[in-house]
């Protein structure tokens, strides 16, 4: 089983829609939870960090749920620049390490 | 925009050359990593430094030769390297484990092997 899997999509959307993605992860000691975009051919940039609570930064909201070892990411009223690949990254060893664990993305495009 | 760079952004080489990937980080971060993106696979992580001390090789070929003169700056020199070592490496950095460690990627070089 890997470590953090993901759809790889893609999720083909039209502009305004609500989409969702999941992950789940296979260490049930891991502690920290991030969702990171990757724009073609460019470097991954920090989308927002999961936290147990869940949490909501503007159109995006992410949830936790440690008992299935599975996350989400909410996109609300999808626009065209959210098209990107969105890669769901866990702390392998909880908070010990710096060790992260890359899912292999999840690919969006937001059709006009 | 990132404060971590990387150079050069694009690298051919032969086989037998011998070249050097550098990455420099304005962060105040003390850990940074290497990773190698290759095409339908998820970031591998190949290197962690924290403090200047390596504590994490991922199985990586000798080919592979990292090296962390201060906490700012990376290097990873390359040597012998293989068709298949083409790929996108990424240079990152964090604060150290134990605390808040979001990592903050430079724009890569992506080396061609030939």
């Known amino acids: 089983r890997k470590e953090v899997e993901q759809d790889p999509g893609p999720f083909n959307v039209p502009e305004g829609a609500t989409v969702a993605f999941n992950c789940t992860y296979s260490?049930?000691?891991?502690?920290?939870f991030f969702w990171y975009r990757q724009d073609c051919r460019k470097e991954p940039k920090l989308l927002m960090s999961?936290?147990?609570s869940g949490n909501e930064d503007g159109r995006f909201t992410a949830q936790l749920n440690r008992a299935s070892q599975y996350i989400s990411l909410l996109i609300r009223d999808s626009k065209l620049s959210d098209s990107a690949t969105y890669l769901c990254v866990v702390n392998s060893h909880g908070g010990a390490t710096n060790k992260l664990i890359f899912g292999t993305g999840t690919l969006l495009a937001v059709q006009p | 925009e990132t404060g971590v760079t990387q150079t050069p952004r694009h690298l051919v080489m032969g086989m037998t050359n011998k070249k050097s990937l550098k990455c420099e980080q304005h962060l105040g971060h003390n850990a940074m990593y290497w990773y190698k993106q290759s095409a339908k696979k998820p970031l591998e992580l190949m290197f962690v430094y924290n403090f200047k001390e390596q504590t994490e090789n991922n199985s990586v070929p000798s080919r592979f030769s990292p090296e962390c003169p201060n906490s700012s700056h990376l290097f990873l020199h390359l040597h012998t390297l293989q068709p298949e070592d083409s790929a996108l490496y990424l240079c990152a950095s964090s604060h150290p484990a134990g605390t808040k460690n979001e990592q903050f990627f430079g724009p890569g070089t992506r080396l061609t092997v030939l």
């Open positions: 260490n049930s000691a891991s502690q920290s």
């Open positions: 999961v936290y147990s």
